[in-house]
């Protein structure tokens, strides 16, 4: 059984940087595919960043050029650098695996698995 539990959460003011951690384990399928995605308050979730199985990212307009996601070789910890926040960066951040045996969609209705998710809290 595929967990995901993720860390790093907190607050924060504008202008300052978190880091968020995802320990991934139980894989019963050769490839998966990672990524973050995230829910403010009264808002459906978004994707955040993805990891495509040949390595490359993907990121959300809102976040691009601030955030930097990243995971090791055997995909057991996906990173998520977050750097210049913003109060709308405020939100619950979920982890996410989707099996990439045939290739991944990247997706929110594609994904397999979810962590439980990490409050972040940008205030003004």
């Known amino acids: 059984q595929v967990q995901l539990v993720e860390s790093g959460g907190g607050s924060v003011q504008a202008g300052g940087s978190l880091r968020l951690s995802c320990a991934a384990s139980g894989y019963t399928y050769s490839v998966y595919c990672l990524g973050w995605f995230r829910q403010a308050p009264g808002k459906e979730r978004e994707a955040v960043a993805f990891i495509d199985t040949d390595g490359s990212i993907s990121y959300s307009d809102s976040v691009k050029g601030r955030f930097t996601a990243s995971q090791d070789n055997a995909k057991t910890t996906l990173t998520l650098e977050m750097n210049r926040l913003k109060p709308e960066d405020t939100g619950m951040y979920y982890c996410?695996?989707?099996?990439?045996?045939?290739?991944?969609?990247?997706?929110?209705?594609?994904?397999?698995?979810w962590g439980k998710g990490t409050l972040v809290t940008i205030s003004p």
């Open positions: 996410a695996a989707e099996i990439g045996v045939a290739g991944c969609m990247g997706e929110e209705s594609g994904m397999d698995h």
